[in-house]
């Protein structure tokens, strides 16, 4: 089956954001699950992965991914490497056929491009990750390797819609404790349920960085299991695992 890569107009770089559709994956996983850190088997993984590799025409070993733990860490890579063991959520380069992969089901993947310098990024946004600051990281370690901020654009991929995400009082505690202006990313919910709002959260931690333009593509991974991997929807449907998105960028 052939894959399914959605894309923005406001990236220069190449890049994709794909979805599950196509891929050896099967089972549970059916489809383009790129998630070495699944329990779907190895090969078909790799041949998944490939299979991204080849659409975004780098080598296989230039397609980057690291070991991610919802930090606001940023790996700057200057050469393709075995970066899996590395614990970060983000990486930026300005080195030609390195290809940055994020992998998400539901956290929300942001691809970044300076066009000008020719430098790039991507993050793995969750909410502790947001609130945590790894898309300032980001285009903080992207200006390390040159770019202007701006001159970036960052774009944030298919992601839990608020609709989709609710939280409990705890979890809305802790963001109006760090500004109490975060509580419009909230809705009331059914009891002392909440909605939170993860894209426009992302926007607004991009927004206020400075850069040239945000946005999101529009995309809730929770709402449409024929094309995404959600882990709240696998754990509201008591499935043992989960999938995982690919959304990669390169130069």
């Known amino acids: 089956m052939t894959l399914e890569i959605l894309t923005s107009d406001d990236l220069t ?13 099967t089972g549970i996983y059916q489809g383009l699950n790129c998630g070495l850190g699944s329990n779907d088997a190895r090969e078909a993984v790799l041949a998944n992965r490939a299979n991204v590799a080849n659409a975004l025409q780098v080598d296989h070993d230039a397609l980057q991914s690291v070991h991610q733990i919802h930090s606001a860490n940023v790996v700057t890579l200057t050469s393709p490497a075995d970066r899996n063991a590395i614990k970060a ?16 089901a539901d956290c929300a993947p942001i691809l970044f491009s300076d066009p000008v310098t020719g430098v790039i990024g991507a ?29 970036i654009t960052a774009v944030v991929g ?3 819609s608020q609709r989709a995400y609710e939280v409990g009082p705890e979890f809305f505690e802790d963001f109006i404790a760090h500004d109490m202006e975060y509580a419009r990313f909230f809705a009331q919910g059914v009891g002392d349920r909440m909605q939170f709002d993860l894209p426009s959260f992302c926007l607004h931690q991009l927004r206020e ?14 709402s449409d299991p024929d ?25």
């Not at 770089?13 to 994956?25: D, Q, V």
């Not at 993050?123 to 300032?136: F, N, P, R």
């Not at 960085?209 to 929770?222: F, K, L, M, N, V």
Request: charged share 15%.
């Open 158 to 160: 298919p992601t839990i």
């Open 13 to 25: 770089a190449r890049h994709g954001f794909f979805t599950r559709k196509g891929g050896a994956s």
């Open 209 to 222: 960085t400075g850069i040239a333009r945000a946005s999101w593509t529009g995309h809730c991974t929770y």
């Open 227 to 251: 094309r995404f991997y959600s882990y709240r929807r696998t754990c509201h449907a008591k499935q043992s695992d989960y999938g995982r998105l690919i959304s990669v960028i390169r130069l």
């Open 89 to 104: 959520d983000a990486m930026v380069t300005a080195t030609k056929g390195i290809a940055l992969g994020i992998l998400t």
């Open 123 to 151: 993050a793995h946004s969750g909410w502790k990750g947001a609130i945590g600051g790894v898309a300032h990281a980001t285009i903080t370690a992207m200006e390390a390797l040159g770019a202007k901020r701006g001159n």
